[in-house]
């Protein structure tokens, strides 16, 4: 799926939603409706950093092709 030119990559088990707050980021499972990532947008940067998350996802944030892709987290 695709929000603010930025592409979110879910290879998770979740059925996931975006949702957004002015430019920040929330990632939701539908299931639950709980959220799973909240990536907070740096204006001067034009980058995402992760500034909440639960431990049942692990993200990778690629600034170079404006991708974020989300991973189970198998440890927890």
Known sequence: ???FNWN????TGFDITCDYFSKDIIIVDK???????????????DIYT????VHKVIT????????????????S
């Open 31 to 45: 299931a639950t409706n709980r959220q799973l990532v909240y990536f907070k947008y740096n204006i001067k940067e």
């Open 1 to 3: 799926m695709k929000i």
């Open 8 to 11: 979110i990559i879910n290879e």
């Open 50 to 53: 992760e500034d909440e998350k």
């Open 60 to 75: 990778q944030i690629n600034t170079m092709d404006k991708s974020i892709t989300i991973y189970d987290n198998i440890a």
